[in-house]
């Protein structure tokens, strides 16, 4: 199974920026489709953002399209998440994970999946605070 250690995170100010990463143990790291997801105190974890193996499906979720961008290193088996405009309602741990699936198109839908589970258990996570 993937491990995965999320970094990056921290206090910033509303309108600022922050780049979140995600790096895998292991040689597979290319067969995974890789999420990010987070939590905000007292709400459900939610999708944030997914990329498929090879780099070429992305997904957002509303809430964050044309704010955050994913990306990934296959070659450094790290995934990113780039976030600008950063608002207070961003505040909340962020988690990244790994899915497979046959085709990028069902990834997506296991990773936007509201029941959605990670290969392996989810990780620490790394807090974002976003200040008004």
């Known amino acids: 199974q993937v491990q995965l250690v999320e970094s990056g995170g921290g206090l910033v100010q509303a309108g600022g920026s922050l780049k979140l990463s995600c790096a895998a143990s292991?040689?597979?790291?290319?067969?995974?489709?890789m999420g990010w997801f987070r939590q905000a105190p007292g709400k459900e974890r939610e999708f944030v953002a997914a990329?498929?193996?090879?780099?070429?499906?992305?997904r957002y979720a509303d809430s964050v399209k044309g704010r955050f961008a994913i990306s990934r290193d296959n070659a450094k088996t790290t995934v990113y998440l780039q976030m600008n405009s950063l608002k207070p309602e961003d505040t909340a741990v962020y988690y990244c994970?790994?899915?497979?699936?046959?085709?990028?198109?069902?990834?997506?839908?296991?990773?936007?999946?509201?029941?959605?589970?990670?290969?392996?258990?989810w990780g620490q996570g790394t807090q974002v605070t976003v200040s008004s």
């Open positions: 994970a790994a899915a497979t699936a046959p085709t990028a198109a069902q990834a997506m839908g296991a990773l936007t999946s509201p029941s959605f589970r990670p290969l392996g258990s």
């Open positions: 292991g040689r597979t790291f290319s067969n995974y489709h």
């Open positions: 990329i498929s193996r090879s780099g070429n499906t992305i």
